[in-house]
């Protein structure tokens, strides 16, 4: 693989009602299909600090109290991934947070039909990434690796 300025990592955290209904391994093997490649990733009991910061862009919004206890609520997996314009992709293949439109194929619109239910957080911009990740993980807990199969996913 050819590192490129479009390689990019970001912040990918499956929220507590994707643990709670068995989806872990299927959206993981969503993210290992497209070829993303994971670079670290923790389960873990998210704490109100961690959320408050996670979120601090909503703060003050109508939803956050209730994003803030539903994130908290159960066991969350957090990861980094990373590839080829991670963030773009892997937000198209979240999908939109609006149920009523987040299209089919995507995670949202195969697996979820609420606002707040919807199964997978993802960071929106480089800035988001470097905020986000900070909060959950250490620079040493973010490997660097290489994989066999990259010269078949990446032309160049
Ligand atoms: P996204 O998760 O797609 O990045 P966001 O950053 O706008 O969406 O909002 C963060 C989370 O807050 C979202 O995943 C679910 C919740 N949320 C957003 N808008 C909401 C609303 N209108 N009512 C209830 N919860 C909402
Ligand atoms: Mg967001």
Known sequence: MTESADFEQTFLMLKPDAVQRGMVGKILSRIEDKGLKIV???????????AAKQYECH?????????VDFICSGPCVAMIVEGRDAIAISRKMM???????????????????????NLIHGSDSAASFAHESRVYFTEAEILSYGLELERWIYYS
Not at 40 to 45: E, I, N, S
């Open 40 to 50: 670290a990733m923790k389960m873990l009991q998210v704490t109100p600090e961690q």
């Open 59 to 67: 703060y003050g919004k109508s939803f956050y109290p209730s994003l």
């Open 95 to 117: 999908g939109a947070t609006a149920p009523e439109q987040s299209v089919p194929g995507t995670i949202r619109g195969d697996y979820s039909l609420d606002v707040k239910h």
